[in-house]
């Protein structure tokens, strides 16, 4: 689900009405390296090309941890998502741009915007 949806919208654990209060903040205890990560990766990918270097430095500098958690996997699929994002974005807003134009944009070679778009 992660990889088709994004992230997860922030905290939307917390919206639910039957979610006692000592669950809540157990949960964000828990998961603060996650929920860190989730507001990380939502301003990557809502920013130009180039912003995603504090969200590459986040997870860098987390590396160890997401490793401990056997989590890396999807760390490294959610960093490509920020690009796939972009030229999800940019070609549902401007159906005439030319791969080279969306490559410029989103900060990637050409080739990577072939396979994502073919």
Do not use: H
Not at 8 to 18: F, Y
Not at 79 to 90: G, H, S
Request: aromatic share 8%.
């Amino acid at each position: 689900m992660f990889l088709k949806k994004g992230p997860a919208p922030a905290q939307s654990w917390k919206k639910s009405s039957g979610t006692p209060s000592c669950v809540q903040q157990y949960v964000e205890a828990a998961n603060k390296l996650y929920v860190a990560l989730n507001k990380e990766l939502r301003e990557a990918s809502s920013k130009k090309a180039g912003d995603e270097m504090k969200c590459n430095t986040y997870i860098a500098e987390n590396l160890e941890q997401f490793t401990a958690d056997n989590t890396l996997g999807l760390v490294k699929q959610a960093q490509l998502w920020i690009y796939q994002r972009r030229m999800q974005r940019l070609t549902a807003t401007y159906l005439t741009l030319s791969i080279t134009d969306i490559a410029s944009v989103v900060g990637v070679d050409e080739n990577t915007v072939r396979c994502s778009l073919l």
